[in-house]
């Protein structure tokens, strides 16, 4: 096989292996969540046909065989330009949130019955193995925000209804001013669940 065309081989198999593996990684979110149905039917028509095209271009090249008829080259080429048409839709169909960057979701926004603070639970990359929560809390004097991490077992939600005004959480003054109570409500899957949140040192205990 001539050199030019071995390494337009090589580098078109590099090319669509990285769509594949980028593809991979965003429908699992680095391997966190499972794979839904969209993406499971991309990979039926777009994933699966790129492996395919990418063994086959691998196994001939690793067995050395070279193309000596015209229409063995015509092939060669089109199989290139079927892995190269079909790279550019894997990386198109890829969700970078819940890996890359946040996929961040909150329920409404409250108020303290003290008037001190608005506040609202953040879930972070929710039905994800790598979720979490906290909650976000805005002075209503000065504007400040914090955000405070809150140990809510979210692996254990396996589904989640928001309503038109869903309020998972409710918190509550103490007679200390730089402590508050935070329990979720029925609303949230997990209810129940009881936090002493500490304003100054933005640390939460869970209690009960």
Known sequence: MRLWLKVMWVITILVNLSGVIWFVLGSTANFQRGI???STVILVYLGIPSILL???SSFLLLKK???SRWWEVIGVFMIMTAMLVLTPHLYKNVETSGWLTEKLETDSIQQTSD???MYCLELINLFQQN???RLYLKNANTREELRIAVDLPLTKIQGISWGEVPRFIKLEPTNDANIYILHTTESFPIPNE???IHIQE???VKIG
Do not use: M
Request: hydrophobic share 40%.
């Open 36 to 38: 839904d149905l969209i």
């Open 54 to 56: 990418i063994v086959v």
């Open 65 to 67: 065989w070279s193309p």
């Open 115 to 117: 008037q001190r603070y």
């Open 131 to 133: 979720g979490s929560a």
């Open 194 to 196: 009881k936090f002493e």
């Open 202 to 204: 933005k640390t939460s």
